[in-house]
């Protein structure tokens, strides 16, 4: 596939995406849309670089050594770096090396390590509180149990080197993403009474973002409807 061809494909697929969520924000009673992040995970710097100049400026990616690599190679297009796939502790500093946000804070321990290692490098940085929305709770699939997300709001936030900007979720497949992100926002509006000043709920992929946003979603987080279907990396 030619780049000009490659850029008209993202272009044309951007657009949909935009226009579903300016639908859905609508229908939604909501004036403001959700921050669209693209999932860039397994595509190539280039499709980055065409992200960029199409006006994006949020890209996610799930690991480490892959993300790493694009973002030193798209170094100088004024990007925000999101991870959204699960940290070991050990890999907390080399996370920190290139995310802008961590989205999969998800217990006490991982917590305290990015703290330690936002520290060292003497910089503060910015985290999304992930709960997991499956019923019944699923271990190692991300995300804390909603009964324990406070008490991780309230520990995170005792972390100078933290910045709690909210709370992430991914709805449950197979199930219902609308039943999911409802119970999504009930635990925000929940959490928000004791911890105030929560800015972000980051929920919606490319098969629910109706969903999420209809339940109070301020960030989706697309890949496929925008990219296509994933390639693999070498």
């Not at 993202?10 to 939604?28: G, K």
């Not at 390590?113 to 003497?122: E, K, N, P």
């Not at 699923?138 to 709690?164: F, N, T, Y």
């Not at 009474?193 to 973002?209: F, I, N």
């Amino acid at each position: 596939m030619s780049d000009d061809t490659r850029r008209a494909e993202i272009a044309h697929n951007l657009v949909e995406v935009q226009n579903r969520i300016a639908v859905a924000t609508v229908l939604a009673g909501r004036e403001v849309p959700p921050q669209l992040v693209v999932v860039t995970k397994t595509f190539p710097a280039t499709d980055i670089a065409i992200l960029a100049e199409l006006g994006v400026r949020d890209i996610a990616e799930n690991r480490g050594q892959e993300a790493r690599r694009k973002f030193e190679e798209c170094s100088g297009l004024d990007l925000r770096w999101h991870m959204i796939g699960q940290v070991q502790r050990k890999k907390a500093a080399s996370v920190l090396s290139w995310a802008d946000l961590i989205e999969t804070v998800d217990r006490l321990e991982l917590a305290d390590s990015l703290h330690r290692a936002a520290t060292t490098l003497d910089r503060t940085v910015d985290v999304l509180l992930q709960v997991s929305l499956d019923e019944p709770f699923r271990e190692g699939r991300g995300g804390c149990r909603p009964i324990d997300l406070e008490a991780l709001a309230h520990h995170a936030m005792s972390l100078d080197a933290l910045k709690v900007r909210g709370v992430m979720a991914v709805a449950p497949f197979p199930g219902d993403p609308d039943q999911a992100f409802d119970r999504l926002a009930k635990m925000v509006h929940a959490l928000r009474d004791s911890v105030p000043g929560l800015e972000v709920v980051s929920a919606g992929m490319s098969g629910d973002l109706e969903a999420a946003i209809a339940h109070g979603a301020t960030q989706v987080r697309i890949g496929g409807s925008i990219l296509g279907a994933r390639p693999l990396v070498q």
